[in-house]
């Protein structure tokens, strides 16, 4: 198949699906052509499969802000007709699946070109069901000719806000390939953020206020009296300084360490004890997911998809939104039962295996554009 691939280009989870999708599909002999105002981050090698078409945006004084979502709409459009593209999937709603729209329109004297959307959290649970979004986010679901969303959770709630029927969308989840996420030993890294033997809790995120990084600071806080540790934030973003404010005020930043946007996640997530995700919301939680695969337990919010990856009491545990009390205890209980914190790593290894490998997830990705082709 040829098909087109928009995401955004950013550390965001939409954008490492997408990308890792595109590759994913590229390494099973389909020619995927990213349509994105970058190279999206995860893209580390072009081919002959893997070919990047970047939108251009001219500055006009005219222009506020250059209108990205028309000039994304002009290069889907061209590459569609250009590169004869089967299928156009879009990856988090606003404003990609509406500039995917207005290209299907332009296509259509020339070729068919079916849209699937995914959606995929912050699209439908903040930005979407936001006023002056909604109806828009609600008109290109309506009119993509395929729409995902990644967790159980994220369907319920676009049906609910959206009065979109189930029928409409298909749950095809986040998904890891295990032989890149897997345990590595790597005494280096570990010799130098650990240098006397602590326990090593650590959070990967964009420092949205959505992901409560505070949080993880006060959880740290918490269990520090009881188990020698360091806190590892892995990332940036808006909240960062203030997470660091209050490590400041807590007295306790040398051991919270800021460690930046990594370009190998994994290489963290090997040498973790501990993963935390006190997120406010999440529609899925793919940082849990490949901690999970590194063999990392997780202790996250009891909210939106996470009680979908995240097995409570087995592979981690769950908490309400806030209550970093209870997630410092947890912490402190996996941390201090070698035992316990063994097998919930095994077993959180088995369950991203099981559930959300590559090799399960890829084919329902394939199987629905099938599907879409022949009805469209
Ligand atoms: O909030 C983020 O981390 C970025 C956001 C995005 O859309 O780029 O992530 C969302 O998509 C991921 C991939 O499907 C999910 O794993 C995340 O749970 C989801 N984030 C939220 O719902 C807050």
């Known amino acids: 198949m040829n098909i087109g691939i928009t995401c955004y280009s950013t550390y965001g989870g939409s954008g490492i699906v997408g990308s890792e999708l595109g590759r994913e599909l590229a390494r099973r002999g389909h020619k995927v052509h990213f349509i994105c105002s970058a190279l999206p981050t995860r893209i580390t090698e072009l081919n002959e499969n893997i070919i990047f078409h970047e939108v251009e945006l001219i500055n006009y004084p005219l222009f506020e802000y250059p209108p990205y979502d028309l000039a994304l709409a002009v290069k889907m459009y061209e590459v569609a007709v250009d590169k004869q593209l089967d299928l156009l999937h879009v990856h988090y709603a606003i404003p990609h699946s509406i500039s995917a729209f207005l290209a299907r329109e332009m296509t259509q ?23 002056s979004y909604l109806p828009i986010t609600r008109f290109g679901i309506l009119r993509s000719d395929g729409v995902t969303a990644v967790s159980n959770y994220l369907k319920r709630e676009t049906c609910q806000v959206f009065d979109v029927d189930a029928e409409k969308l298909l749950v095809i989840p986040n998904f890891i390939d295990p032989s ?42 918490a269990l520090r009296a009881r188990v020698k540790a360091r806190l590892v934030m892995v990332g940036d973003g808006p909240e960062r300084a203030q997470a660091e404010w209050l490590a400041r005020q807590l007295s306790i930043s040398k051991d919270v360490l800021f460690v930046g946007k990594q370009p190998a996640i994994v290489d963290y997530l090997s040498i973790a004890d501990l993963l935390l995700l006190p997120s406010e919301t ?10 999970m695969a590194c063999e990392v337990p997780v202790i996250a919010s009891n909210v939106g998809g996470l009680p979908e990856v995240v097995v409570d009491g087995e592979t981690g545990y769950l908490a309400e939104v806030g209550d970093v009390e209870t997630m410092a205890k947890y912490a402190v209980k996996i941390l201090t039962s070698d035992n316990l914190h063994k097998k919930m790593s095994h077993f959180a290894r088995e ?3 099981e559930k959300f ?14 599907e879409v082709l022949g009805r469209f």
Do not use: W
Request: with cysteine.
């Open 282 to 291: 999440e529609s899925f939680g793919l940082s849990a997911l490949e901690a």
């Open 109 to 131: 004297e020339l070729r068919r070109l079916p849209i699937v959307t995914t959606l995929h959290g912050t699209d439908i649970t903040l930005v979407g069901a936001d006023r």
């Open 180 to 221: 890149y996420y897997y345990r590595r030993t790597n005494q280096a890294l570990k010799g130098k953020l650990a240098p006397n033997g602590e326990k090593l809790i650590v959070h990967v995120s964009n420092f949205r206020p959505v992901k409560r990084v505070t949080d993880c600071v006060r959880i740290f806080a």
């Open 351 to 353: 369950i991203a295996i």
């Open 357 to 370: 490998s590559t090799d399960k997830i890829i084919p329902m990705y394939l199987d629905y554009y099938e």
